[in-house]
């Protein structure tokens, strides 16, 4: 299995709603990453785990707050989210450490916050 | 973090080469150079990377300056499918995740 699994592909929800999206790979990776993309533009890292354990959060508000259950699941769960946080937000897995190893990203969720 | 420049945008035609330049002059000794597409509407697809030597693989080859301050990717025969954003990126040297700048949009026309 050589995938990233996100779901859902596409999710609609309210201000006052909470969801959460679902990451899942099965390559023995041990990093893994949630990244925000806005149209038109280039992804932004958001959160990074190494091992199960968080290593980055790259300054995101607290209405977005990952867990990762085990070294195959990554979430994210959303609450009382804003509608400028209408994205797609992508995962990826890869191997921890420097340079030599690539990433695998996931086809995104795409949330619209109305 | 040392930074890349891309081309905002390229042009081929259909089963024409393709070479899509990248300047990283602030490149450092441990950097690896990564490329990435991303087709409309999918996540990132890993492409290619490399430290010093040139690469090759089923989809591309890297092509590397001898001082490292620059890559060229090469499509050896673009195809309507390879129509995406081209991403290079600098990774390693304690960089601490992948980070993207705004690439290259390459178009093919048939």
């Known amino acids: 299995d050589t995938e990233v699994t996100q779901t859902p592909k596409h999710l609609v929800m309210g201000m006052t709603n909470k969801k959460s999206l679902k990451c899942e790979q099965h390559?023995?990776?041990?990093?893994m990453y949630w990244y925000k993309q806005k149209a038109k533009k280039p992804p932004e890292l958001m959160f990074v785990?190494?091992?199960?354990?968080?290593?980055i959060n790259e300054s995101v508000p607290s209405r977005f707050s990952p867990e990762c259950p085990n070294s195959s699941l990554l979430n994210l769960h959303l609450h009382a989210l804003q509608p400028e946080d209408s994205a797609l937000y992508l995962c990826?897995?890869?191997?921890?450490?420097?340079?030599?190893?690539?990433?695998?990203f996931g086809s995104g969720t795409r949330l619209t916050v109305v | 973090d040392a930074k890349t420049t891309q081309p905002n945008s390229m042009e081929s035609n259909e089963e024409e080469p393709v070479h899509l330049p990248c300047n990283h002059s602030?490149?450092?000794?441990?950097?690896?150079i990564h490329w990435y597409r991303q087709l409309p509407s999918q996540g990132p697809e890993y492409v290619i990377h490399?430290?010093?030597s040139n690469v090759n693989n089923r989809m591309a080859s890297l092509a590397i300056a001898e001082d490292r301050k620059s890559s060229t990717l090469i499509l050896h025969r673009a195809t309507l499918r390879d129509a995406a954003v081209y991403y290079c990126?600098?990774?390693?040297?304690?960089?601490?995740?992948?980070?993207f700048g705004s690439g290259t949009r390459l178009q093919v026309q048939p």
């Open positions: 785990y190494s091992y199960e354990k968080l290593s």
């Open positions: 390559m023995g990776h041990r990093a």
């Open positions: 990826a897995s890869s191997q921890p450490g420097t340079g030599t190893y690539g990433y695998t």
């Open positions: 602030t490149i450092s000794g441990t950097d690896y």
């Open positions: 990126i600098l990774r390693g040297g304690g960089r601490r995740a992948l980070t």
């Open positions: 490399g430290l010093t």
